[in-house]
């Protein structure tokens, strides 16, 4: 007999789809674009079927990181 899985608990660190981030930000996806061929992005993996995933510490910790360089 077959165990069912464990369901795992949900993660407090969610995963961002690229809209959200791109609202969040305030920027269209030329910008984000630009900044992801410049390595400028803050960091995200990719999915198999290509969508792009950020998570939200990893935003957080990359806008205090753009704050730090202007104060």
């Known amino acids: 007999m077959a165990k ?6 949900r993660t407090p660190d969610p995963l961002l789809t690229l809209p959200e981030v791109l609202a969040e930000l305030k920027v269209p996806r030329s910008t984000f674009d630009d900044w992801r061929k ?3 992005a803050p960091r ?3 999915l ?13 910790n990359w806008l205090s990181d753009r ?3 202007v104060a």
Not at 4 to 9: D, E, K, L, S
Not at 48 to 60: E, H, K
């Open 67 to 69: 704050m730090d360089e």
């Open 38 to 40: 410049k390595g400028l």
């Open 44 to 46: 995200h993996c990719k």
């Open 4 to 9: 069912n899985p464990i369901p795992r608990p």
């Open 48 to 60: 198999p079927n290509g969508q792009l995933r950020i998570r939200q510490s990893d935003l957080d």
